[in-house]
C-alpha cells in the first residue's frame, strides 16, 4: 500500500486511490444490456422450464440441479440490483431506479430501502461505533462479556451457522423485509409497499395459472438457497481472518476498504455467477464502478493486486469467528474465549 508521489514513498490516501480507478466508474449501457439478457432470461427460461417438469412431477433429483442453477441466476440478479442501489448500473438514475425495482420484487428486496441501508452501510463498515444498519450483528469479546445471558445465548444462536445460513436467509427475504421499521422514511415505506404488492400479485397470477403448490415448490427452494448464498457472501466480505475493524476515531477510509473488506478469490464460474462481487475490496474503494468493470479495474491497480486474496477453503473459517477482540486486534471463536477462561 505504498504508492510514488514526487519520487518520494507513501501511503496512498482515499481520494488519491479513487482518483486513479475514477476511469472505471463509467457505466456501459451495451454491458449492462447484455448483462440484463444473460441473467434474466435464462432464470426465466428455467423457471419454465421447472413449472413444466413439476407439473409432470419429475422426481426432485431431476428438479434440484435446476433450482440450484436458478438460485445462482437469481444472485446474479442481486448483483444487478446491488449495482443499482450505487447508480452505477447505468447512466441514467431512472433506469437504474426500474431495473432496481424490478430486481427487487424477484429477490423480494424493497429497492429504496435496501439501498437506504445498504449506502448506510458503506459509510460505516468496519467502524466499531457505528454498528447496526445493513451489516451483521457483531459483538467484541468485553461487550459479550458484559451481556446478559440472554443476550449472550441470543448471539451465539445468530452467528451459528446453521442459523445464519439456515433459518437467517429465509426469515429476512421471507418475513423481515415485507415489513419495514417505524423509523423508515416514506421512500421507503413505498418502496416495501409496491414490492409486497407485487410479490402478492405475482402469487395470485401463479395460483390462478400453475397453482399456488407449484409456484410455492419451486420459488421457495430457490429463494432459500438465493439467499444463503447471499448472506454468505455479505458474511465473508466484512467477516475474515485478518480483517480490519477500528473504533471511529482511528478508522482509516484505505485500511477499511483494503483491510475491512476481503478480495474473495472465486472460481470463474462462481465469480461470474456472484458478479465479481468477491472482489469487494474494489468496490468499496469505489463503489460507483459498476461490477463488469471491478476485474479489469483490479488488473489495472497495483494496490488493489497486493491484497491477499481470501480462497475459498480458508474463507470457511469465517464460520468460527465470532468475536472482535480489540486487544489483539483480530476476531476470535467462542472456543478460544472458553480456552482463555480455563
Known sequence: MVEELGGIAAEPTIDSLRSSLKGFARPDRRRAVWQILNTFLPYFALWGL?????????SILWLAPLMLLASLFLVRIFILFHDCAHGSF?????????????AGILTFTPYTYWRHNHLVHHGTYADLDHRGVGDIWTLTVEEYRAASRGVRLAYRFYRHPLVFLGIGPGYTFLITQRF???WEGKNERLSAAVTNLAIVAIAGAATLTIGFKTYLWIQLPVMLFAG???VWLFYVQHQFDGVYWSRHDRWDPVKAALRGSSFYKLPRVLQWFTGNIGLHHAHHLLPRIPNYRLQACCDASPVLQSVEPLTLRRSLRSLFLNLWDEREQKLVSFKSLRNKAN
Not at 447505468?90 to 424490478?102: D, I, K, V
Open 50 to 58: 421447472l413449472i413444466y417438469l413439476v407439473g409432470q412431477k419429475v
Open 228 to 230: 444463503a448464498v447471499g
Open 180 to 182: 419495514l421499521h417505524h
Open 90 to 102: 447505468f447512466a441514467s438514475q431512472r433506469a437504474n431506479a426500474a431495473l432496481g425495482y424490478l
